[in-house]
């Protein structure tokens, strides 16, 4: 298998523009979870996805950021409009099911300037 | 919330030699894994353990639930070794999220 595919890895863009990360969980898999990793809060998470339904999104820190998953194979997390205090690492990962291993991608490290 | 510790912050090692790597967590969990992040970012997989104890080549984990805490065993150091490692817990009472701890930052030395 591929593992847990993320798309771009490295983004730089400016202050108030539309970001948009991509995530392809692994075959099969049915939750889905954003992760966010920055020196100051250490890995946080953000939002997770069973069966294509966002369950829990406490930790999405505003307004601005919004994530979908449209079908079992494909999310995105988009940041609108973007800060610099937003910039991170954002990882997304998948398990088979609630409270299996979960799995993470490479990472999508965003800068904003 | 669930409050994961972990212990100690920082390690640096001769290569050859054995550590020991502690993750305390404050509630019951469903879920615990123990994870390498390499000097590249990757976040690489390296046990679930909610209980009881494996082990893989030179790593081996214990995690005993009903005390609240899991152990990392590394033998004969290797610089690859080196990297942070970060425990982390799906809260019994919460969301199926991972809430991890601040990780142990290894540093093997040749």
């Known amino acids: 298998d591929a593992g847990v595919i993320q798309s771009p890895r490295h983004e730089v863009t400016e202050m108030g523009q539309e970001v948009t990360l991509r995530c392809k969980p692994i075959s099969g898999h049915n939750s889905l979870f954003w992760y966010r990793q920055t020196m100051m809060r250490g890995l946080e998470l953000l939002i997770y996805f069973n069966n294509n339904v966002p369950i829990d999104d406490s930790g999405m820190p505003e307004d601005r950021f919004s994530a979908k998953m449209p079908n079992a194979s494909f999310s995105t997390l988009k940041i609108q409009p973007s800060e610099p205090r937003d910039s991170a690492v954002y990882f997304c990962?998948?398990?088979?099911?609630?409270?299996?291993?979960?799995?993470f991608g490479p990472g999508t490290r965003l800068l904003v300037l | 919330g669930i409050q994961v510790e972990q212990s100690p912050p920082d390690l640096i090692l001769q290569e050859g030699a054995n550590s020991t790597l502690r993750c305390n967590f404050s509630d019951s969990v469903n879920n615990l894994q123990w994870f390498h992040q390499n000097p590249w970012g990757q976040l690489i997989n390296l046990f679930y353990?909610?209980?009881?104890?494996k082990q893989n080549g030179r790593l081996s984990a214990t995690t005993v639930a009903t005390e609240r805490y899991s152990l990392l065993y590394i033998s004969s150091s290797q610089t690859t070794d080196s990297g942070v490692y970060f425990c982390?817990?799906?809260w019994g009472g919460g969301a199926d999220g991972l809430t991890f701890g601040k990780g142990t930052h290894l540093i093997i030395q040749p």
């Open positions: 982390a817990v799906v």
């Open positions: 990962a998948s398990s088979l099911y609630r409270e299996e291993t979960q799995y």
């Open positions: 353990i909610p209980s009881g104890t």
